[in-house]
């Protein structure tokens, strides 16, 4: 039994249901499902978890969890009282042009979470726009498909950040990781000082 196979990605088609009936592609949403509370309960240990977790999440694991233990780190149990150890990672989500504002990115993500969630203590993220990712940039395909905001990496960031920030996800100090606690997930947390 290897690390990986306690790794699950999932790709999903946003889909928008028009009057007259039928699905229209509405953009897609990526996520990762970590399943760290699986492979501790099926003995191995945190330190070849450690090791078995790939680049694109090592990350995570490195600033999120305890190295010895594969428990969250400290400051991170006491900040989002975490009660469960997977984790899911929302790694982009791509909205059609016509299709935004509809609020069908909000819809998708909470879709995706209500699917992949169970089990999870913490949603994770990175908002990073695509129009600045290199799978995105050196695509002319995919620039046109989703006819991306021209405005420059710093405003486009920001905006990204906010709108993850109003769904709920709280930044993890400057790292670019936001995360939101299953455990907290839909309690108004506005008063907290969070940052």
Not at 143 to 172: M, N, Q
């Amino acid at each position: 039994m290897t690390v990986c196979q306690f790794r699950f990605f999932a790709l999903q088609r946003a889909a928008l249901e028009p009057e007259g009936g039928g699905k229209e592609d509405a953009g897609q949403i990526g996520a990762s499902l970590v399943q760290l509370g699986e492979a501790l309960d099926h003995g191995i240990s945190a330190e070849r978890l450690g090791d078995g977790i790939s680049g694109d999440i090592s990350e995570y694991w490195e600033r999120l969890f305890d190295a010895e233990t594969g428990y969250p780190k400290e400051e991170i149990q006491n900040e989002f009282e975490v009660v469960d150890l997977d984790l899911l990672i929302i790694d982009y989500v791509a909205i059609y042009p016509e299709y935004r504002g509809l609020r069908i990115a909000e819809s998708a993500i909470h879709r995706t979470i209500d699917i992949f969630g169970t089990g999870c203590g913490l949603v994770a993220c990175k908002p990073w726009p695509l129009q600045f990712t290199p799978s995105v940039a050196d695509n002319q395909e995919a620039l046109k498909r989703l006819a991306l905001p021209h405005v420059s990496k710093g405003e486009a960031i920001r905006k990204l950040r906010s709108y993850w920030t109003r769904l709920g996800f709280w930044p993890l100090g400057n790292t670019g990781i936001y995360l939101l606690s299953i455990s907290q997930r839909g309690c108004d947390l506005s008063s907290q000082d969070r940052g």
